[in-house]
C-alpha cells in the first residue's frame, strides 16, 4: 500500500468516526439508545485507531493480524448500525450513510489483508 492510499485510508476512518460521534449525538434519549449508542461509538472509533496501530506494524504478519482488528471492529460497528435501523430506533435515512461507509470500508480493509497475504506468501 502506498503512502497516499494509507494516509487517505487513514483520513477516512478518522472521517468515519467524526460521522459516528456526531450520529450518536442525536440518538434519542432512551436506555436502549444509550447502550447500542456507546457500542457504535467504541467499536467505531476504534476503526482509525486501530488501522493507525496497523501502519504502525513492525512485520507484514503483525501487519495482518492488526488488519484483522480493524475488520472485526468495522463489523460490530455494522452490526449495531443494523440493530438500531432493524429495531426502528432510528430512521433508516439516518444510518444508511453510515452503514454504506462501514461496508465500504470492510471491503478495502478485507482487499488490503488479501494483498498484504499474498505478498508474505508470494504468488501462487
Known sequence: MSEQRGGDLRDRTKAFALAVIRFVGTLPQT?????????VLR???????N????????????FIAKLGIVEEEIDECAYWLELLQESNLVPREHIAPLYTEANELTAIIVA???SA???????P
Open 31 to 39: 436506555q436502549t439508545t444509550s447502550i447500542i449508542g456507546k457500542q
Open 43 to 49: 467499536s467505531a472509533t476504534s476503526v482509525g485507531a
Open 51 to 62: 488501522y493507525r496501530a496497523a501502519r504502525r506494524a513492525r512485520s507484514i504478519v503483525e
Open 112 to 114: 488490503s489483508t488479501n
Open 117 to 123: 497475504k499474498q505478498r508474505r506468501t508470494g504468488p
